[in-house]
């Protein structure tokens, strides 16, 4: 992953551009941030280490799980070839995709739907950046990381969860890392807290 252009794109994203009116006073902010119908952006130095932790790569084919406001879209989609993201609410969806075609990007494709079981149509994929909190570790995302692929996720219950990195190694097995405590709204869907 090319250090320098992440932390150099990092720095010139204007958070306020992905925010609503009465938010963007707080877009300067290191702290996650409400963007309408319960979700959040996440807090600036969390994006930047989740993005570390993945590595993309300049040809990378990336999966991410969570669309919200696009802020994450937008780094992600400058640091790989191609960005597949879903999003369960169409709103966000549509308000992230008229932000991120303003700022240029042609490398990003947008579906709404249950993002736990992730986008089979064109798995596998090298990177999956999951912006939203798990019950367990979906194995319909697990499926979908190609050989070699790296996945971040937060796994765990309401209160805390568990930021995992995982990586898929070149014979199929399976290494799960746990990074730090973390924090994040649910994953909803099959794969999120439940009732």
């Known amino acids: 992953m090319d250090q ?4 150099t794109y990092f720095h010139s994203l204007d958070r306020s551009f992905f925010v609503e009116n009465n938010m963007k006073e707080y877009a300067g902010t290191d702290e996650p941030l409400p963007i309408g119908f319960g979700q959040t952006i ?11 932790l993945l590595e993309p790569e300049h ?3 990336v999966l991410e799980i969570g669309t919200g406001s696009g802020f994450q879209t937008a780094i992600l989609a400058k640091m790989s070839a191609i960005v597949y993201t879903v999003e369960r609410i169409d709103a966000l969806s549509e308000k992230a995709r008229n932000r991120l075609e303003a700022l240029g990007f042609s490398n990003i ?3 709404i739907g249950d993002g736990s079981i992730g986008w089979q149509e064109f798995a596998p994929y090298d990177r999956i ?21 790296r996945m971040v996720i937060p796994v765990g219950p309401p209160s805390f969860q568990e930021l995992k990195l995982v ?28 009732k």
Not at 140 to 147: P, W, Y
């Open 109 to 111: 494709c947008y579906k």
């Open 42 to 52: 996440s807090q600036p130095s969390l994006v930047l280490e989740m993005t570390r």
């Open 4 to 7: 320098k252009k992440l932390e």
């Open 129 to 149: 950046m999951v912006t939203a909190a798990a019950g367990v570790l979906p194995d319909e995302l697990v499926n979908q990381l190609a050989i070699g692929g």
């Open 167 to 194: 990586m898929k190694t070149d014979n199929g097995e399976i290494n799960i890392k746990t990074v730090e405590l973390v924090r994040f709204v649910e994953l909803k869907g099959r794969y999120g807290w439940g």
């Open 59 to 61: 040809d990378s084919k």
